[in-house]
């Protein structure tokens, strides 16, 4: 193979978007993050091309297609990432994040050496198949990037397919299209007609209760990224009778005092959205329209206050698993000896209620892992009915090949069964997706016939809680064990930690590095928001003290 890299993809004439070198130092080190490698923008044309390159030896090694994401989601416009995806549309093994990065860390000089012996480890046999799948978000450094990404997988003569711009969930579901004809058709078309179609036949067969309090209209925050262009694609195929959609936030500065993380971290309402006008509800995407948050203007005496009620993932996750466990009994009653194992996965920033709820009203103990959705996917695909959601709207929910079998496959008369089936086809269960997950939710809004105060008040109420940002110089110091929740190095900030939260009541704390930014993140709770904040703060402080003092 002639390893020949261009050389505007090399670390030293690493050429942006603008035209710009921005040599990469041969000491400069990156790691695959939560979600690949996230970087400024200028960084990463050198790092898409090395991953594309891992991506087609990925390809040829399993003789399918493989996913390249260029995107940073709900980082500001000027970063960009870049993140792989497997064959099922799952996150890329972990074995391969270590290749990946071992490949983008190699000095120009040791790059041919280093991916020789990489070509060494795994075996290649039939590669007919083997193709590379790139999509990107709406950044300005995406098309660049994209090119980058071309000449990578160019290496190996394998296939490149450019899909262009597209949200993250229809990359991951086009390359499990792509290796599995049967799912649906690897194209635009395909994804939007597979969860329309399926939304719609839903709808056809659940009746309304007779006094619903359910409104079908939604306002929507599309964060100024993709969200907007792909979802009012999608819409083309819904009636505005079952469903109508406002938009907001679709063409100014990406992620810019909007979006889903915005409004879960700052619990305020987005740019655009009044505290004042009659908008019952409202729902966020972020910049790459994989997270989905609810919510609307907090009730407050003070007209000014733009402060948001949430109806974030936690809140998702028991709205769905409520809806599931009702259409599941019809099984359970007529089979009681085979049932189908459900499991729901959670992070520490769970919601202390949404835990409590789901552990003694629900009687499921949730399954707590790190940050990420490949921990929660893997987590989750343990059940023959996984709910996965992160507090931030990043979840939804993985389906055995059991339940494809009795649930979708078996024909049955059972209106919930069918339910359930159309249900499980809305969901995108390769990846939390905004666009499917709010489907999901209005479908099972309508079903209830539940207003937003329903939801509000039938489930259970969030506890007081509080997430800072903290930047830091060099967040690898920051070691977590016990799922993030127990800080182990630096030494001694846990028992910190530990002596804040025994001075409030019901709460609970945590310091963790972010795998996407260079922050680290401190989340707290307790028994009222005045706690909630002094603990928070108090938190805080411990990590700036940390940080001057080194
Ligand atoms: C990514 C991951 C999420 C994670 C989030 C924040 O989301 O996919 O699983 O919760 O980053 O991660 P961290 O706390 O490590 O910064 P996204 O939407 O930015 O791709």
Redesign the pocket.
């Known amino acids: 193979m002639d390893l020949t890299v261009p050389v505007e993809y090399s670390r030293a004439g690493n050429t942006t978007h603008s035209g710009n070198v921005h040599a990469i130092q041969d000491d400069e080190k990156f790691s695959y ?3 690949g490698f996230r970087f400024k923008s200028e960084k990463l044309p050198f790092i898409v091309f090395r991953c594309a390159y891992v991506a087609s030896l990925r390809a040829r090694q399993l003789n399918s297609a493989i996913g390249v994401m260029i995107t940073a ?2 980082n500001p416009s000027c970063d960009n990432g870049v993140k792989l995806v497997d064959p099922s549309g799952d996150m890329l093994n972990e074995q391969w994040e270590i290749y990946a990065t071992e490949v983008v860390n190699a000095t120009d000089a040791e790059l041919p050496a280093a991916v020789r012996a990489l070509e060494k480890q795994i075996s290649v046999g039939k590669t007919q198949l083997s193709r590379v799948v790139c999509g990107m978000d709406t950044r300005c450094s995406g098309p660049c990037l994209m090119n980058a990404a071309r000449a990578g997988a160019a290496l190996f003569n394998v296939q490149f397919d450019d899909i262009g711009v597209v949200s993250t969930p229809m990359l991951h579901y086009a390359v499990k299209a792509f290796n599995e004809p049967k799912f649906a058709e690897p194209t635009h078309d395909g994804y939007y007609s597979a969860i329309a179609d399926s939304f719609k036949k839903l709808y056809e067969i659940t009746e309304e209760p007779k006094d619903s309090r359910y409104q079908p209209k939604v306002i929507v925050d599309c964060a100024n990224g993709v969200g907007a262009p792909r979802f009012r694609n999608l819409l083309e195929r819904i009636p505005s009778s079952l469903l109508e959609v406002e938009f907001r936030n679709e063409s100014e500065e990406l992620n810019q005092g909007c979006g889903a993380d915005f409004v879960k971290i700052s619990q305020k309402l987005p740019a655009n959205f009044s505290p004042t006008a009659a908008e019952p509800k409202c729902a966020s995407f ?1 910049g ?1 329209a ?2 989905l948050m609810y919510f609307r203007a907090k009730a407050s005496e003070n007209s000014e206050s733009n402060d948001a009620e949430l109806f974030d993932g936690d809140k998702i996750a028991v709205l769905i698993v409520t809806y599931i466990r009702e259409q599941l009994k019809d099984y359970e009653n007529s089979t009681p000896m085979e049932r189908l194992r459900l499991g729901i996965v959670q992070t520490a920033y769970a919601n202390g209620s949404s835990t409590r709820y789901i552990r003694e009203k629900l009687g499921i103990e949730p399954i707590i892992v790190p ?3 490949k921990h929660l996917h893997e987590a989750a695909s343990e059940f023959d009915i996984g709910i996965y959601f ?1 507090a ?1 709207g ?1 979840g939804t929910v993985v389906f055995s090949e059991i339940f494809d079998r009795i649930i979708r496959r078996t024909p049955t008369e059972s209106l919930p069964l069918r339910r359930l089936a159309l249900f499980s086809r809305v969901i995108n269960e390769t990846v939390g997706d905004a666009f499917a997950d709010l489907l999901a939710v209005e479908a099972v809004l309508r079903h209830y016939g539940w207003s937003m105060d329903d939801w509000a008040e039938k489930l259970y109420r969030d506890v007081p809680n509080v997430q800072i940002k903290v930047p830091v110089i060099d967040r690898s110091i920051f070691k977590t064990t016990n799922a993030e929740q127990t800080l182990v190095k630096p030494v001694g900030i846990q028992k910190m930690i530990d002596t804040d939260v025994a001075k409030y009541n019901n709460s609970r704390a945590f310091i963790r590095p ?4 260079n922050i680290v ?1 401190v989340y707290a709770e307790a028994d009222t928001v005045e706690n909630t904040l002094q603990l928070g703060k108090s938190l805080e402080q411990v990590v700036l003290n940390l940080c001057n003092s080194n």
Do not use: I, L, Q
């Open positions: 993050g939560t979600a989601s709900h972020d790459d994989d997270r940050t990420g959705v992160e931030n990043h972010s795998g996407t930014e993140r």
